[in-house]
């Protein structure tokens, strides 16, 4: 809460992006709670902040969990700090309790990790994980041209630690569930196995401009009058794989975009999604399928071009198995599943054994300023994460 009155907005969210004065704030006072904890604080040359607890032996891999500070311009309190929050509350009741662990225990919090300023998203991790190099890093610029190194600088956290994994036992991450299915199923504890694979398309389909009055229905080639039979296919076609599968129009548009003239072309930003990557890559190939049909039928050019393509991820098993582990000795209602939305996680996971945690928030609303969540479920989470990195770290 006290981290929620930095960038807090008159509707009771945060505005505090990536890299802004209010997200110097937020890290400034995170840093100063992980340095009264006892921890050795570093940052890294993407801004990312590894606060580490000492083991018995400091050779050893370390157990880190973590998530980020960042919100989008209208977020809540607790994406991503929740999950930063915790892995310090890990920490600090280890402290309390004397307890000591065998390997180092640290508490991550990733840059810009929601793409609202800077462009991609989860930039943070994914550089540290090699997805992406250190140059296109530090050159994303937000809309005021203003570059992700420069910005780091001028908050005073470009630091010299290269930007790579180093010697990483298991990675956690607890966050709020972002969606519905924990509170409706009355479960307190997501065990994630996953996340879903993404895809982002432009789907374009051109056909011929002519006056909205003269022209019969049946001569014209209408790009709209694709693109309902291709949106209606494509419903079907995401039914069928229910619940899982999701499809998303967020975006279309149609030029030249007058009110009289049939266009001459519509663009429409598609999102796929499916946790398992063999049945996305079957709905990627049906929707090719459905593009051109249709627009071959209705004498159409139909174009489909890749955005963004995010394969699925299925966590570490024995990261898994911990968190399971520690959810069964809790004894707190729970079920396995995967996130819809991406996370750090997703380009952690690929360098190192990593898994999640979810909580319940409310009516699954997130990315919104009354975002909400019971503490009795952020302590129940916090718990599993303490057990879970207990179960890796060894005491
Ligand atoms: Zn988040």
Redesign the pocket.
Known sequence: MMLAEIGATAKGGCNRQALTDEDKRGRDLFVEWCKEAGCIVKIDEMGNIFARRAGRDNDLPAVIAG??LDTQPTGGKF??VY?VLSALEVIRSLNDAGIETETPIEAVCWTN??GARFSPAMIGSGVWAGEFDIEYGHSRADKDGKTLGDELEQIGYLGDVPCKPDNIKAAFEV?IE?GPILENEKLQIGVLTGVQGMRWYDLIIEGQPCHAGPTPMEVRRDPCMGLHQILASLYKLIEANSPWARVTFGDIKTEPGSRNTVPERVIVAVDIRHPDQSVLDEIDASFHEIVEKVCQKMKLEGTIKDEWISPAVKFDSNCINAVQDAVDLLDYSNMQMVSG?G??SVYVSRVASTSMIFVPCEKGL?HNEEENAKFEDLEAGCNVLLHAMLNRSKV
């Open positions: 998530s980020h994406d991503g999950g990790e929601e966050h972002q939305a996370h750090d997130s």
